[in-house]
């Protein structure tokens, strides 16, 4: 194809030289090009007639040009004639007519002008001269048309010489140089294969001693080389290696000439699979890059590609290992240089230890990848040894449970992730894995819930950019977020993550000719999700923890034996769902084999073992023990089982979680009459507030509160049953409300603390500010994450500051149960599976706590009672249901009421003596329902006659006994009171308030000189501004109740949807000398169903604000409801206006206004039940 192409170009400047065109047309660079190519390396085979007429005319035409009898016109005359030749002897009519006559004329037989065997002329010098030409008039170019133009013309002139001619030993050593930058130019192996024949030819010419033979050796080596790599010659390889040893045996060897050795070394090595020239190979490029040379970063490269590749073939492991050995025998003073061996050394050591995770050898690789890093100084190399260095840490710290080394590896997998996502931003998914990985650990060590969730976004944004990942590559990255989010899924009990977390785990197991090892992590993860769906959904069938059986002795089989790390997380996953099978099933055979799991984990060798699995083994062991008792009626498996739940439970390397739940099992396990188990229970409380103040955010505080909820039985159970009822009042008292266990530190101050006493408050104030500003955020993932992030630094830093202070204050003793019944007695009611209880304080310091059973207040019963309340008080309270479904509604509700007044309220107002309707002064009792009995209006409670508590006492609320503690220890104001009074009728998203008008009149006309903030004036800045100034608020406004974020529950001013007043504003606030708080809004006393003891709702916001008495409403009411209430408060609050608010008279006040009410709408509790009095 070529030939054809090049002849009808030749062709075709011939016929325009005939026809009388320039001189260029034949005498161009161009031209002699295509005629060099054609007679040089496309000719046909044998003698090519059509091409050695088509070039001999060019050249005649080029000899008719240059002027008659010049030299270069007597030398292209002299190659046509020799090109001719041929043509003269075999087609001689084809010939110009002057060739013919000049053969005749000049005596010559054509004969001896061309090669039969070459096909081609015999006399060289005419392509010497030419080919001298064209390199002369641009000796220095190393432009591919020029160097192949003139390797052409050397080529002819080859062609024309036989070995014996004069110019042979001077063309030898010429055509090789040049093919030699020729192929330097092309890259091309063709030109390689000839040029390593020239060259080889010319060393063959070249004495011992000519200056030109180092040169050629050079030469044929590198050529050599390329042979090898291009065309896996090994026998080229070989010539290459002897080649380039004698070049480095020369004089003047230099450091081009060491990489060529390497180079042809490790190509030798690798066509003939010799090792030792591997291990020179290495050596070589190792000493060049040590060297001062300007190559050593040559060498660099060239040994690190050279390990990679060995590292990648498990057949040259030894060979490595022995170089790195030999290299660096111990750490010393390493440079940049020594980067690669460190690396392949780590990597070595990583492959020795991926099966085994044994600690010793993960702390060799994290002392490894720290001379990496020492050594690491450009971007390549400092991300490389980033990664090692985060991937050994994080490893060596699940082993450990370092934080320490867990929050290094953090840093270093952010560092590398910088550098690639600038360098090579198509890698950075290996960098967010690795992040991804760091914080799982570190959640693992810490429990630290920020970690974790830092943990799930960086394993989702790995999966979203692995575009540039083979299939392992996905596969464990897959199934390492698969593992984070189901960590994740599990701490929050959240069913949807943890179905995306199975589905990820088995996307990865699809992927095929996975390693053994990975196989076995995806096996272990599908067992752990299995079980987590079992207990999350709680199915009628137990096919999940089949499964999830099989699934993790699938993992154990292909695991290597012993207890190597990936044997202990299948076991890890057998322990655990075989024991919740085996408690299903009442299998005592699959509980001793958790037992037997468990044992041969605790009696591997302390240095071998992963920390938090011996832990799980140990807790799992137990709780298998616990329940082999319980079938087996085993005092010596249950004595056993409480002593390895002790060692859990007073671990304090264990993370609070797992204690807890070691502390949760041991409660199961006690024995109710013991007092030994009061001091369980103690222990439970503590981990409890140390697990609820390990939280950094308020939604992680929240949910350890909502978890462990079940604790409250315990301690009632236990403490009842060891008859100690004032113990277990405070045991109870202590598991509550903590979520604010900084509310009123500074109450507990005296004059003695006057030298913090400022700086405690300014903290205190801080961290409220802060839970203020977290529990008032956005709910979604994405808007949250940098708000977390501040979050975290910024309650970092408070708390270490607040952990300092902390100890400067008073020891916070127990309530005083005598006070606090001073002005009357307090009831703590709770239910339980068991029945009820009420605690009740009377003031009698014989007996400060009385405990009156209530057997029909059971918590199922109880449960449903108040879901029945809830639905029928919605009903009731709903315009849009039809009249003749709120009045059946209105039914429920007193049936409710009557059934409560019967099982409960009634036997606590008659044993505190309240058994009439006092004919003087009315007493007080303050109610403080637990738990889920918080739904019910207690001081509306009554027979279906009408006969209730609201006839016998006054009724007022407290969230805890220390609530009411703090409420009573605000002082009276200094300045008098000042009353402010809010009134918002309409708000956007909201139906208008019709009868605010009418209220806000009322309350005026009992307290004139109150201010007004109404309307566009009744904003968040200025409510805030106001109630600095203020001890009497009066609300007159919509409220709205967020049951799933409670921080976000919020009063609706005029600018609520830009700027809300939220609870989480309310209770961040300490206002001093604040008296009365009256809420005529809705649902300001509606409380969170899973946070019920945690006082989340707007009346107690207040109250923690520093409000001593606050009026809230349990539920939605009318405006002349509310209007009706507010006018007879304050009638009776201000004597008819005949004086300021007395506030302490709150309580009676709201009494006489709901009992009025009452007698208004007897058949229509939920308009009169709503109004409640919380506080002192």
Not at 173 to 180: I, V, Y
Not at 583 to 588: F, K, L, S, Y
Not at 695 to 716: K, N, P, Q, S, Y
């Given at each position: 194809m070529m030939r054809q192409v090049l002849l009808a170009r030749i062709q075709r400047r011939v016929r325009m030289a005939e026809a009388g065109a320039a001189a260029e047309t034949v005498l161009s660079r161009?031209?002699?090009?295509?005629?060099?190519?054609?007679?040089?390396?496309?000719?046909?085979?044998?003698?090519?007639?059509?091409?050695?007429?088509?070039?001999?005319?060019?050249?005649?035409?080029?000899?008719?040009?240059?002027?008659?009898?010049?030299?270069?016109?007597?030398?292209?005359?002299?190659?046509a004639g020799q090109l001719f030749a041929a043509v003269h002897v075999l087609s001689p009519d084809e010939l110009p007519a002057p060739f013919n006559d000049m053969y005749r004329k000049l005596g010559m037989d054509p004969h001896d002008l061309f090669s039969s065997g070459t096909g081609f002329t015999t006399d060289p010098l005419v392509w010497w001269d030419l080919g001298f030409e064209v390199l002369r008039s641009d000796p220095e170019s190393m432009e591919v048309p020029h160097l192949?133009?003139?390797?052409?013309?050397?080529?002819?002139?080859?062609?024309?010489?036989?070995?014996?001619?004069?110019?042979?030993?001077?063309?030898?050593?010429?055509?090789?140089?040049?093919?030699?930058?020729?192929?330097?130019?092309?890259?091309?192996?063709?030109?390689?294969?000839?040029?390593?024949?020239?060259?080889?030819?010319a060393l063959d010419l070249l004495t011992e001693n000519d200056p030109q033979r180092p040169l050629f050796l050079r030469n044929h080596g590198r050529e050599a080389i390329v042979l090898a790599d291009q065309l896996d010659d090994a026998d080229a390889a070989r010539t290459a290696v002897e080649r380039c040893r004698e070049v480095v045996r020369l004089p003047d060897a230099d450091s081009p000439d060491q990489v060529n050795l390497g180079s042809a070394l490790a190509e030798c090595a690798r066509l003939t699979e010799d090792e030792q020239l591997y291990g020179e190979a290495l050596r070589t490029f190792w000493q060049l890059a040590h060297s001062s040379s300007e190559l050593h970063m040559m060498a660099f490269d060239n040994l690190k590609a050279l390990l990679h590749r060995l590292l990648a073939d498990p057949r040259y492991t030894g060979t490595v290992s022995e170089f790195c050995r030999s290299a660096l025998p111990e750490p010393g003073e390493e440079t940049f240089a020594d980067g690669p061996v460190l690396q392949a050394m780590w990597s070595l050591k990583s492959v020795a230890n991926q099966n085994r995770h044994d600690p010793r050898a993960l702390a060799s690789m994290v002392a490894l990848a720290r001379r990496l890093l020492a050594v690491a100084v450009d971007d390549d190399s400092r991300r490389e040894a980033a990664l090692a260095a985060a991937t050994a840490l994080h490893q060596h710290a699940q082993l450990t449970h370092s934080a320490t080394e867990a929050r290094e590896a953090i840093a270093l997998a952010q560092t590398g992730l910088d550098i690639t996502e600038r360098v090579e931003p198509s890698q950075a998914f290996i960098f967010r894995h690795a992040l991804a990985s760091a914080n799982g650990v570190l959640y693992e060590v810490t429990g630290d819930s920020e970690t974790q969730r830092e943990a799930v976004h960086q394993g989702q944004l790995a999966l979203d950019s692995m575009d540039g990942a083979d299939d392992v590559q996905r596969a464990t990255a897959l199934a390492n977020h698969a593992g984070i989010l189901h960590r994740y899924a599990a701490r929050m009990a959240d069913r949807s993550r943890l179905h995306k977390a199975l589905a990820f785990q088995q996307e990865a197991s699809e992927v095929r000719d996975l390693p053994s090892r990975l196989r076995v992590t995806?096996?272990?993860?599908?067992?752990?999700?299995?079980?987590?769906?079992?207990?999350?959904?709680?199915?009628?069938?137990?096919?999940?923890?089949?499964?999830?059986?099989?699934?993790?002795?699938?993992?154990?089989?292909?695991?290597?034996?012993?207890?190597?790390?990936?044997?202990?997380?299948?076991?890890?996953?057998?322990?655990?769902?075989?024991?919740?099978?085996?408690?299903?099933?009442?299998?005592?055979?699959?509980?001793?084999?958790?037992?037997?799991?468990?044992?041969?984990?605790?009696?591997?060798?302390?240095?071998?073992?992963?920390?938090?699995?011996?832990?799980?083994?140990?807790?799992?062991?137990?709780?298998?023990?616990?329940?082999?008792?319980?079938?087996?009626?085993?005092?010596?498996?249950?004595?056993?089982?409480?002593?390895?739940?002790?060692?859990?439970?007073?671990?304090?390397?264990?993370?609070?979680?797992v204690r807890m739940q070691a502390a949760i099992a041991q409660l199961q396990m006690?024995?109710?009459?013991?007092?030994?188990?009061?001091?369980?229970?103690?222990?439970?409380?503590?981990?409890?507030?140390?697990?609820?103040?390990?939280?950094?955010?308020?939604?992680?505080?929240?949910?350890?509160?909502?978890?462990?909820?079940?604790?409250?039985?315990?301690?009632?159970?236990?403490?009842?049953?060891?008859?100690?009822?004032?113990?277990?009042?405070?045991?109870?008292?202590r598991s509550r409300n903590l979520l604010f266990q900084d509310l009123g530190t500074s109450f507990r101050l005296g004059p003695e603390h006057a030298g913090f006493k400022a700086e405690i408050e300014v903290l205190s104030d801080r961290l409220r500010a802060l839970d203020a500003k977290d529990r008032a955020a956005p709910g979604r993932q994405d808007e949250r994450r940098e708000l977390n992030r501040e979050i975290l630094r910024e309650r970092a830093k408070l708390m270490e500051e607040w952990n300092r202070l902390k100890g400067l204050l008073p020891r916070e003793d127990s309530a005083d149960p005598t006070l606090l019944a001073t002005g009357g007695p307090v009831v703590e009611v709770v239910s339980t599976s068991e029945g009820g209880y009420a605690f009740l304080l009377t003031g009698d310091r014989t007996e400060p706590v009385r405990v009156l059973p209530l057997p029909e207040l059971g918590a199922r019963t109880a449960h449903d009672r108040v879901l029945t309340f809830l639905t029928a008080r919605e009903y009731a309270t709903e315009d849009r249901f039809p009249s003749r479904v709120r009045l059946r509604a209105q039914g429920e509700v007193r049936d409710t009421l009557a059934w409560l007044w019967q099982v409960a309220a009634r036997p606590i107002v008659e044993a505190l003596g309240f058994a009439s309707t006092p004919r003087g002064a009315w007493p007080r009792m303050w109610w403080c329902p637990v738990g889920f009995l918080g739904h019910f209006p207690w001081h509306a409670a009554q027979s279906a006659q009408g006969d209730g508590v609201l006839d016998r006492v006054i009724s007022s609320y407290t969230t805890s006994l220390r609530s009411l503690h703090f409420a009573r220890s605000v002082p009276d104001p200094a300045h008098g009171e000042r009353a402010l009074i809010v009134a918002q009728p309409e708000v956007p998203s909201a139906e208008p308030l019709r009868g605010v008008e009418r209220e806000v009149a009322a309350v005026r006309r009992f307290v004139p000189r109150s201010t007004l903030l109404e309307k566009a004036d009744a904003t968040k800045d200025n409510v805030l501004k106001a109630l600095q100034s203020h001890s009497i608020v009066h609300l007159a406004c919509h409220a709205e109740s967020d049951v799933h974020s409670p921080g976000r529950s919020r009063l609706l001013l005029v600018d609520h949807e830009e700027s809300p007043l939220t609870l989480a504003d309310l209770a961040g606030m300490r206002l001093a000398e604040r008296q009365l708080a009256v809420l005529s809004a809705c649902s300001t006393f509606q409380i969170t169903p899973a946070l019920a003891d945690e006082a989340l709702h707007v009346t107690a916001a207040f109250q923690q604000a520093g409000f001593r008495h606050v009026v809230g409403a349990m539920w939605p009411v009318g405006d002349d409801v509310a209007t009706a209430v507010s006018d007879r408060f304050y009638d009776r609050l201000t004597g008819s206006a005949a004086h300021p608010p007395q506030t302490d008279l709150a309580a009676l006040a709201l009494h006489d206004a709901v009992s009025s009410l009452r007698r208004q709408y007897s058949a229509a509790p939920t308009k009169w039940a709503s109004f409640v009095h919380l506080g002192a």
């Open positions: 161009e031209g002699l090009a295509d005629a060099a190519a054609l007679l040089a390396r496309y000719r046909a085979p044998g003698i090519d007639l059509p091409a050695l007429k088509a070039c001999g005319m060019l050249f005649f035409h080029r000899a008719l040009r240059q002027g008659r009898g010049s030299r270069t016109s007597v030398r292209d005359s002299a190659a192949t133009l003139v390797a052409d013309l050397f080529r002819l002139t080859r062609l024309s010489a036989t070995p014996d001619h004069p110019l042979y030993s001077d063309l030898i050593p010429m055509l090789g140089t040049r093919l030699c930058l020729l192929r330097s130019a092309t890259q091309d192996v063709k030109v390689a294969a000839e040029a390593f024949e020239v060259c080889g030819t995806l096996l272990c993860g599908l067992a752990g999700m299995l079980t987590d769906l079992h207990v999350l959904e709680e199915p009628e069938t137990l096919e999940n923890l089949h499964q999830a059986v099989a699934a993790a002795e699938q993992a154990l089989s292909l695991a290597e034996p012993g207890v190597g790390s990936e044997g202990q997380f299948a076991r890890h996953e057998l322990m655990h769902a075989k024991r919740l099978l085996g408690v299903a099933t009442n299998d005592p055979e699959a509980l001793r084999a958790v037992v037997a799991l468990a044992d041969e984990i605790l009696a591997a060798d302390e240095e071998v073992v992963v920390k938090g699995i011996a832990q799980t083994a140990e807790l799992e062991r137990a709780r298998a023990l616990g329940s082999l008792a319980r079938m087996e009626n085993s005092v010596e498996h249950r004595r056993a089982a409480f002593a390895g739940l002790d060692r859990v439970v007073d671990s304090t390397e264990i993370r609070p979680w006690s024995d109710h009459t013991d007092r030994k188990s009061l001091d369980q229970i103690a222990k439970a409380v503590d981990l409890l507030h140390l697990n609820v103040t390990s939280g950094v955010l308020w939604d992680d505080r929240a949910h350890v509160v909502r978890t462990f909820a079940a604790l409250t039985e315990e301690i009632v159970l236990t403490g009842l049953g060891a008859n100690q009822p004032g113990r277990t009042l405070e045991l109870l008292e």
